[in-house]
């Protein structure tokens, strides 16, 4: 799968080119630190997981917001991609890290193609976890992050960081989000 996949140098490049702001990069940035953890702590527990496929998804997951700050940037950031002829994989990364995944009743109500997009792959899952312990480029616990989204989102969509929260916390064992904020 690593074949096509652009370098962590060539994914920054596109960032800045397709436009992101200073600020995006850099929460891009940290929310690649926290999923390469994640990912490590998964193989340490004997999981397959593409670490290179996760450090390239979360560097680009936010390539989007680009041209969005709105929920949209998922799918926006889906159709850069695919513009850039990026692999599948890093498409499905980046249309499926919002929240805790976008089921297609909710694709559908937001004016999206419908489909599902709640995270399916061991590295969608990844990136979009790590995603919610970022709040700018620090780090936040997870329960901040579902505490402030509970305000915007439908209960389906915080039900949805809930269960990522737990299965991502059952795959990684003794990791804990928290123990690395900076």
């Known amino acids: 799968m690593n074949e096509r996949l652009p370098s962590e140098k060539m994914a920054l490049k596109l960032l800045y080119e397709t436009g992101c702001s200073r600020k995006v990069i850099n929460h891009c940035k940290a929310v690649e630190k926290v ?3 994640i990912a490590q702590a998964c193989e340490k527990r004997g999981l397959n997981v593409d670490m290179k496929l996760v450090q390239v998804g979360a560097l680009l997951h936010d390539i989007g917001r680009s ?3 709105s929920v949209n940037h998922a799918i926006v950031g889906a159709e850069i991609a695919r513009s850039l002829n990026l692999p599948e994989a890093v498409i499905s990364i980046i249309e499926r890290h919002v929240g805790g995944g976008i089921t297609m009743e909710e694709a559908e109500n937001l004016g999206w193609p419908v489909k599902s997009y709640v995270p399916e792959t061991l590295e ?3 990136v979009a976890y ?3 312990l970022i709040e700018g480029s620090e780090r936040v616990p997870i329960e901040q992050t579902i505490e402030k989204f509970s305000k915007k989102l439908p209960p389906s969509a915080i039900a949805g960081m809930k269960k990522l929260h737990e299965e991502i916390t059952s795959l990684t ?3 804990d989000a928290n123990s690395h904020v900076a």
Do not use: L, N, P, S
């Open 67 to 69: 041209k969005t700050h």
């Open 173 to 175: 064992g003794d990791f």
């Open 124 to 126: 969608e899952k990844i």
């Open 35 to 37: 999923a390469t953890e």
């Open 130 to 132: 790590a995603d919610k």
